[in-house]
């Protein structure tokens, strides 16, 4: 198995030719004469140097191997239409169903095609829709729409569902447009978050003021406590109503069988057009909503003082100087991250596949994306696009063991599904583990690439100024790791591979930029407050730096600016140490205030009790000199931040509890008061 993503070749060595396509060989005749075998050796001299020149040199794109190809997509007949119309199975006595998802890390997407995958067994033949790419005049034509809809940020919708939930919601829909359609919503939130579930429960809510018809009550699942007990109570009520509204009275077995939508086979190689893996093939594939680029590592050191545990933090920058990529302050840079290399070559090996082998994905209605690109490599596909190490949801097991052909995999994998589920859940295995653990289950790629998880962008808050380099820009990355049960450490995926990039070597990163709502205010002097422990620094740094060029230029006066930042302890985790002290020093910080969690000699402390310890002075600033409050970092944390200050404006500012409730709503309202929280 190749280790390097750049510059890899994979082919066989001599006279046998390896490719993707099959296995070329030359036959000699070793009884010739003298002049048979002078031509004889010459057409091995130049059969040796072809396979040096273009399957063996370093010439060839440091962003991936590569092979060639020729694929002429099938023209669509009228035949193959009328197939997915009428569909195999008896598909022509099954009710239309269409599951929409807004989704930002997959999860509602998974949901969508769990119900999708259970349809034909309760009387539905399903389609899933990503929001992003549907024609939304044509949902009053829908049937039964049902909407898996996460919530993100402060009450938002997800990024592919944001188009569709603005007109949804817009004035110009007309009432009663939708008293044709049934509909179901299932909502994803959580609870840490002041809006929980508020985007799903504004598609239920809207959806009903359009004379949508709602089959069941709108469902709510919590990701940060039930979410899996949540999601399965409603789907079996959903089933329920379903059926029931519909008058579907028996279900079918034998029908809620995994039938995979795609089939798979290797593509046909020829020399005149080559396969470009890696990144390359990465970037040409990435939705082009992303405006993805390809852009050089320039900088990656670490930033902790203490590295024990295994523990790291560091600060990477990328160079946009020939990318066509701007960037503002405190923006934030999605980054599509790849799986790590041994754990690629496990899959593999486990699902007996050659790296090299460059394959075929296409739906068998001829209407359906591919999850992966249509054209792709055993190698890029489990490197770039498919998530096998996270953990399965139990949902999926049953899946599995229609696969397996040994009777004690399959009893074991319904168990962990049903009755053993609890010691599934505790040790916690990967889908690659799942499958190592279950050898008999022989998984079809074209059914693998359907079931396995997508690999989703992840998002980083950016800590670099774009007015002091906005041809370069940076973010603070801390390594994600969790010790599993068994010996067993899972590593997390985006941060292990940003931690590998390494400037010496020349790597690059596909990313693209997503707007924030952190903006330092536009009035020249106006306080600001900042609140970030750990990473959550990072928007903050962005903000100091643009503070440093503000001072530095002579433009305008810079306002207080207070920093709260928490850690563990001063000489093992505290990050931008000497940025801090530097910009207190020379007042670009009026204020740097911090708290240790992990101290000797100091008891424990978090940033809400520094908070209070500076009440009144914090009070002030906000009430009385109209503060903006800026706050970055995990939901607990920002939950105990809005309880802290409606407890100081009560305290200090003269405040009933009402009053301070309406006061910090109040600062929402009018962009005083921003948060870019995680769980």
């Known amino acids: 198995y190749q280790r390097r993503v750049h510059g890899d070749r994979v082919y066989g060595q001599t006279s046998v030719i390896h490719t993707a396509g099959g296995i070329y060989t030359r036959d000699f005749n070793m009884d010739l004469g003298s002049s048979e075998i002078f031509f004889s050796i010459l057409i091995v001299v130049v059969v040796t140097f072809i396979i040096y020149k273009f399957f063996l040199s370093d010439s060839s794109s440091k962003s991936g191997f590569s092979q060639a190809y ?66 939304m005049d044509k949902l009053d034509s829908e049937k039964l729409a049902v909407f898996a809809m996460a919530t993100f940020g402060e009450g938002e919708p997800t990024d592919n569902a944001a188009a569709f939930y603005e007109w949804l919601l817009s004035d110009d829909r007309d009432v009663g447009m939708l008293s044709g359609v049934d509909f179901a919503v299932f909502a994803l939130g959580n609870r840490q978050y002041e809006h929980f579930c508020a985007a799903g429960r504004k598609v239920d809510s809207r959806m009903d003021e359009l004379g949508g018809h709602r089959i069941i009550e709108h469902g709510e699942g919590d990701d940060d406590g039930t979410l899996e007990e949540d ?14 509204h519909f008058g579907i009275s028996s279900e079918n077995e034998s029908d809620n069988l ?76 999605g980054v599509f991250a790849r799986n790590d290399y041994k754990c690629a070559a496990r899959m593999m090996k486990r699902l007996d596949l050659q790296p090299n082998q460059v394959l075929l994905v296409k739906a068998k209605d001829g209407k359906k994306k591919s999850p992966i690109p249509p054209v792709c ?29 040994e009777a004690e995999d399959k009893q074991r994998l319904l168990e962990w599904a049903n009755e053993k589920k609890d010691e599934y859940h505790e040790h916690k295995m990967s889908l690659l583990e799942v499958l190592e653990s279950c050898p008999s289950v022989d998984l079809p790629w074209s ?105 530095s230029k002579g433009t305008g006066n810079i306002g207080d600016s207070w920093l709260f930042f928490g850690c563990r302890h001063p000489e093992k985790d505290h990050i931008y140490k000497d940025e801090m002290e530097e910009c207190e020093k020379n007042q670009v910080l009026a204020r740097v205030v ?45 939950r105990g931040v809005r309880e802290t200050l409606v407890t100081l404006f009560e305290q200090h500012g003269g405040m009933t509890n009402s009053k301070a409730q309406d006061y910090f709503k109040k600062m929402q309202k009018d962009s005083r008061y921003y948060a870019e929280l995680w769980s």
């Open 70 to 135: 020729t694929y002429t997509p099938p023209a669509k007949s009228s035949k193959t239409e009328q197939k997915d119309d009428a569909c195999d199975d008896g598909a022509q006595k099954l009710l239309p169903m269409t599951l929409f998802y807004g989704s930002q890390s997959g999860t509602a997407e998974g949901f969508a095609r769990e119900i999708a995958g259970e349809a034909r067994a309760h009387g539905f033949k399903a389609t899933v829709v990503d929001l992003e790419g549907y024609d």
């Open 447 to 551: 059914a693998f690439v359907e079931l396995c998880p997508k690999l989703q962008p992840r998002f980083y808050t950016i800590s670099t100024s774009s007015l002091e380099q906005p041809k370069r820009v940076g973010i603070t990355s801390s390594l994600s790791f969790e010790e599993l049960p068994g010996s067993r450490r899972y590593n997390g995926i985006a941060t292990s591979y940003l931690k590998s990039l390494r400037v010496d070597k020349q790597d690059q990163a596909c990313v693209f930029v997503r707007s924030s709502q952190f903006r330092l205010p536009k009035k020249a002097g106006t306080p600001i407050v900042m609140i970030g422990p750990g990473t959550g620094v990072a928007p903050f740094r962005a903000f100091w730096r643009d503070l440093a060029y503000f001072k």
């Open 377 to 405: 490599s055993v190698h890029d596909a489990l490197l770039w696009y498919l998530d096998f190490t996270t953990i399965p949801r139990p949902s999926l097991l049953p899946t599995l063991a229609q696969f397996a052909t």
């Open 594 to 638: 911090l708290a240790y969690s992990r101290h000797e000699t100091i008891p424990k402390t978090y940033v809400q009790d520094k908070m209070k310890e500076h009440g009144k002075e914090l009070c002030d600033l906000i009430c009385q000199q109209n503060s903006y409050v800026f706050v970055c970092g995990g939901t607990a944390m920002g």
């Open 231 to 244: 999601w399965n109570k409603w789907k079996v009520e959903f089933w329920g109503a379903s059926k029931k």
């Open 258 to 333: 995994f039938v995979p939508s795609f089939v798979s086979e290797i593509v046909e190689l020829s020399e005149e057009k080559p396969y470009i893996g890696g990144l390359d093939h990465v970037v040409k594939n990435v939705d082009s909503k992303y405006r993805a680029v390809l852009a050089p590592v320039v900088e990656n050191r670490e930033i902790r003082q203490n590295l024990d545990g295994g523990e790291s933090t560091v600060h990477i920058e990328f160079d946009l100087s020939n990318v066509k990529l701007a960037y503002l302050s405190a923006d934030n840079l």
